[in-house]
């Protein structure tokens, strides 16, 4: 392939397809610009070279021009002095230069308009790289993100959600019942302290009826000391009597 199919090549060439088709974005895009320098090197040389030769080429036809001038005043010197022949002799040197120059400046035009596209290729190819380069960094960019982002959705995706959201379901239901033992020890705790007020308070009622009776039973003895008992009180009540009603009362209140 010559130089100039690959210049083509290359400024024809659309970096997205080179993108689409590559396993790794970034080594083929740096691989592509890497190519790209290369042939703006040798295009340089290239061009180089056109120059110089179409330097050479427009100094031969100046040379040329030049002969070709001096032989015509050579000629007009020769018939100003009468001298036809040398007149002659010096128009035919200058023809020969004349024919020459010609040839040379048919090359020189060649040349000239190959330098100029060389050039322009030239120039093209500088823009290319240098719009390739910018290119280049956007879609590496653009691939970096990608992976990195394809990396954290993996990651995201490894994660065992499930496994968590159960773990933290677990959690809620323990902590729940914790919540619920407390409550319901609060709410027994506060029922037995009623239950011993109540008590309490129940208590003190049977004890002011006890203390009643007692302050009533004492009325009774201490009337009794001071005067003497009927007999037939003493004989409507006597020890055993009053023994088994009190032991019938105390079975009683064991059955309660």
Do not use: C
């Not at 083929?28 to 056109?50: K, P, S």
């Not at 993100?145 to 496994?163: D, F, R, S, V, W």
């Not at 009533?216 to 023994?243: F, H, K, R, T």
């Amino acid at each position: 392939m010559g130089l100039f199919d690959r210049i083509s090549r290359v400024v024809r060439s659309n970096l997205n397809d080179v993108v689409s088709k590559a396993e790794d974005p970034e080594k083929i895009l740096e691989q592509a610009v890497i190519d790209m320098t290369e042939d703006l090197v040798q295009l340089r040389q290239a061009v180089a070279q056109a120059i110089a030769t179409q330097k050479r080429s427009q100094q031969q036809y100046n040379q040329y021009q030049s002969q070709a001038n001096q032989w015509q005043s050579r000629a007009q010197l020769a018939l100003q002095k009468g001298d036809e022949n040398l007149a002659r002799e010096a128009l035919q040197r200058k023809k020969s230069y004349v024919e020459q120059a010609n040839t040379i400046k048919s090359t020189l035009d060649q040349q000239t308009s190959q330098v100029d596209g060389l050039k322009r290729n030239l120039i093209s190819l500088e823009s290319k790289i240098s719009e390739a380069k910018t290119k280049k960094n956007m879609l590496k960019a653009r691939a970096q993100a990608a992976k990195a982002n394809e990396q954290l959705q993996g990651m995201i995706g490894g994660i065992n959600t499930t496994g968590s959201s159960a773990a933290f379901e677990r959690m809620e239901e323990r902590v729940l019942q914790m919540e619920a033992r407390s409550q319901a020890s609060a709410e027994l705790a506060g029922s037995d302290l009623e239950s011993q007020f109540a008590q309490l308070e129940a208590g003190t009622d049977v004890d002011d009826e006890l203390a009643s009776l007692k302050a009533q039973m004492q009325i009774g003895p201490a009337a009794q000391v001071q005067g003497q008992l009927p007999e037939g009180n003493v004989a409507a009540n006597p020890p055993q009597v009053v023994d088994a009603e009190l032991e019938e009362l105390r079975q009683q209140l064991d059955k309660m």
